[in-house]
T-cell receptor
């Protein structure tokens, strides 16, 4: 099925551990992004990419790294997990940076840092 | 700085009534707005969008109104159904000068009572 696939769906980390949240899309979308959603709040942009080899910071980039070696994949790396990074993470993609009509979100990764 | 906010965190309506969800934005240069619906445990789902050269756009049972003078937009849902119960977010796709990013409001929890 076409769409945005995020793995894992759930993850528990200890403080200081590192991990990578995976995001893949099979719609040949150029634009991909990562958001975090905290309880009672809207989504906040972490990092985004307008195409393979191009990434940029969003609103809350500290503690996260991204890379975009292929059009399909946009992994998010937590360098040294902290309790403040406990959140639900959403990956999204769109075929264009000019419109979000085709903006598709994954189902999310729920991360808990203890 | 930029912000996108909603007037009310919760809204409760009777099945069959019309619902109106409001949103204010601060960036007068914003030129594209989107409404999303997020059901529990899922990623946001596109509902309807509107560009700044329009003041109204209609979809199936939904209408978005944009008032650029007071920097306000609203989502109207006609004949609200139990399946409409969700959190609704407005999002602001900033102008090209502000970069290619989507800024979300905090969300309004819509509850539809049978």
């Amino acid at each position: 099925n076409a769409g945005v696939t995020q793995t894992p769906k759930f993850q528990v980390l200890k403080t200081g551990q590192s991990m990578t949240l995976q995001c893949a899309q099979d719609m040949n979308h150029e634009y991909m992004s990562w958001y975090r959603q905290d309880p009672g709040m809207g989504l906040r942009l972490i990092h985004y990419s307008v195409g393979a080899g191009i990434t940029d910071q969003g609103e809350v980039p500290n503690g996260y790294n991204v890379s975009r070696s292929t059009t399909e994949d946009f992994p998010l790396r937590l360098l040294s997990a902290a309790p403040s990074q406990t959140s639900v993470y959403f990956c999204a993609s769109s075929y264009s940076t000019e419109t979000h009509y085709g903006y598709t979100f994954g189902s999310g990764t729920r991360l808990t840092v203890v | 700085g930029e912000s996108v906010g909603l007037h009310l965190p919760t809204l409760s309506v009777q099945e069959g009534d019309n619902s109106i969800i409001n949103c204010a934005y601060s960036n007068s240069a914003s030129d594209y707005f989107i409404w999303y619906k997020q059901e529990s445990g899922k990623g946001p789902q596109f509902i309807i969008d509107i560009r700044s050269n329009m003041d109204k756009r209609q979809g199936q049972r939904v209408t978005v109104l944009l008032n650029k003078t007071v920097k306000h937009l609203s989502l109207q849902i006609a004949a609200t159904q139990p399946g409409d119960s969700a959190v609704y977010f407005c999002a602001d796709w900033g102008s090209q000068t502000s970069g290619s990013r989507l800024t979300f409001g905090e969300g309004t929890q819509l509850t539809v009572n049978p």
